[in-house]
């Protein structure tokens, strides 16, 4: 099984900073993983897929990357709406979700 | 605007079976593959089962592999999961998502607002 590993779990941001999000898998999925963002009370949102497409309506401050089986999710310019947990998904091999990253208000 | 309401959740006991299912509206249901997505209490998300558009591919987590089974009526817009042998540990918060694509190849662009299944 594949196996996304998110870092760091928790990160401490102010607003209007940015913050760097990573998730690793364990083999190779290609550019095949999405990244959403989760609220209490809310459904999961998509942020991006396919690794860097940024999903509609999704500000152009959510930013993915991928190198190799490394991928990172930056948020430019945090806004107070962008804070909660983020998890990164991978579809190459039907589904896996890493463990998710909080992000928190400094 | 595309819109997934999931019903069936409960309390059940556990080794008994339910069934979820998922209404779907806003989109044209047979483009699009289906996942189930599940979140346990103070847990993270873990991904359950997608079926495709026309039900020939289906994939499971191992958590689940031989107990539950998802199926799809697309003239019905409506997504299933039937669950047998419940445990304790299949608690959880149950999602239908919608994928970007007609197979399992984009990530999920429409959530549910959940069903809740607790196995006690």
């Known amino acids: 099984d594949i196996v996304m590993t998110q870092s760091p779990p928790t990160l401490s941001v102010s607003p209007g900073e940015s913050a760097t999000l990573s998730c690793r898998a364990s083999q190779s999925v290609s550019a095949n993983i999405a990244w959403y963002h989760l609220k209490p009370g809310q459904a999961p949102r998509l942020l991006i897929s396919a690794a860097t497409t940024t999903a509609t309506g999704v500000p152009a401050r959510f930013r993915g990357s991928r190198s190799g089986t490394e991928f990172t999710l930056t948020i430019s310019s945090l806004q107070s709406e962008d804070f909660g947990v983020y998890y990164c998904h991978q579809y190459d091999n039907w589904g896996t979700f890493g463990g998710g990253t909080i992000v928190e208000m400094k | 605007d595309a819109l997934l309401v999931e019903s069936g959740g409960g309390l059940v006991q556990p080794g008994r079976s339910l069934t979820l299912s998922c209404a779907a509206s806003?989109?044209?249901?047979?483009?699009?593959?289906m996942h189930w997505v599940r979140q346990p209490p103070g847990k993270g998300l873990e991904w359950v089962s997608v079926?495709?558009?026309?039900?020939?591919?289906?994939g499971y987590a191992d958590s689940v592999k031989g107990r539950f089974t998802v199926s799809r009526d697309n003239a019905k817009r409506s997504l299933y999961l039937h669950m047998n042998s419940l445990r304790p540990e299949d608690t959880a918060l149950y999602y239908c998502?919608?994928?970007?694509?007609?197979?399992?190849?984009?990530?999920?662009?429409?959530w549910g607002q959940g069903t809740t299944v607790t196995v006690s």
């Open positions: 806003g989109f044209t249901f047979d483009d699009y593959a």
């Open positions: 079926i495709s558009w026309n039900s020939a591919s289906i």
């Open positions: 998502a919608k994928d970007v694509y007609a197979s399992n190849g984009g990530g999920m662009d429409v």
